[in-house]
Antibody, heavy 120, light 106 residues
Framework: QVQVVQSGAEVREPGASVKVSCKAS????????ISWVRQAPGQGLEWMGW????????NYAQKIQGRVTMTTETSTNTAYMELRSLRSDDTAVYYC?????????????WGQGTLVTVSS | DIQMTQSPSSLSASVGDRVTITCRAS??????LNWYQQKPGKAPNLLIY???SLQSGVPSRFSGSGSGTDFTLTISSLQPEDFATYYC?????????FGQGTKVEI
């Protein structure tokens, strides 16, 4: 069965970086992509970007482009999202979701979420 | 960016009710419209993709319709497990954007 499992909660100070992992199983990793979505406390969903597991193509939301890097490690079926220069408004639950390989379209299997808290 | 506006922001309903949630895009998104259900403390769950295609495993009481700028999610007979927040999302252009959510309460 398809599973997507994320790394655990993180606490960072403002200005630091965080790297969240997303390990997939139960499907062929290179046949799909991974999208990243975040949700600030009590707020709605915000799409951050997508990476293809097939060819490594990437789309980032312009709002965070320059601070975010998404990568994949096909040998371990794992995707990573690194966010730099953290601010207090980056405090959120970060989700990864399986998506299409060709372009970001829909997340059909989601990770459990990773809470990132940015606080001094 | 394409703005997605849902209405209502919240609604109260009873078990067995027919519930309709609307989503309007600031420009045409064709049929690139998805619907998700999210329960407190949980990840979103894909219900409908491509405006009207039912995701595998989702009960048939959920249906979606619309194209262009106006879309609807309908729950034909509300069940206790359907009390949640529902989001629409356009995947026509980057950045993909979500509506603000509709909370369905008892």
């Amino acid at each position: 069965q398809v599973q997507v499992v994320q790394s655990g909660a993180e606490v960072r100070e403002p200005g630091a970086s965080v790297k969240v992992s997303c390990k997939a199983s139960g499907y062929t990793f290179t046949n799909f992509g991974i999208s990243w979505v975040r949700q600030a406390p009590g707020q709605g969903l915000e799409w951050m970007g997508w990476i293809s597991g097939y060819n490594g193509n990437i789309n980032y939301a312009q709002k965070i482009q320059g601070r975010v890097t998404m990568t994949t490690e096909t040998s371990t079926n794992t995707a990573y999202m690194e966010l730099r220069s953290l601010r207090s408004d980056d405090t959120a639950v970060y989700y990864c979701a399986r998506d299409l390989a060709s372009s970001p379209e829909r997340g059909d299997y989601w990770g459990q979420g990773t809470l990132v808290t940015v606080s001094s | 960016d394409i703005q997605m506006t849902q209405s209502p922001s919240s609604l109260s309903a009873s078990v067995g009710d027919r519930v309709t949630i609307t989503c309007r895009a600031s420009q045409s998104v064709g049929s690139y419209l998805n619907w998700y259900q999210q329960k407190p403390g949980k990840a979103p769950n894909l219900l409908i993709y491509g405006a009207s295609s039912l995701q595998s495993g989702v009960p048939s009481r959920f249906s979606g319709s619309g194209s262009g700028t106006d879309f609807t999610l309908t729950i034909s007979s509300l069940q206790p497990e359907d009390f949640a927040t529902y989001y629409c999302q356009q995947s026509y252009s980057n950045p993909l954007t979500f509506g603000q959510g509709t909370k369905v309460e008892i």
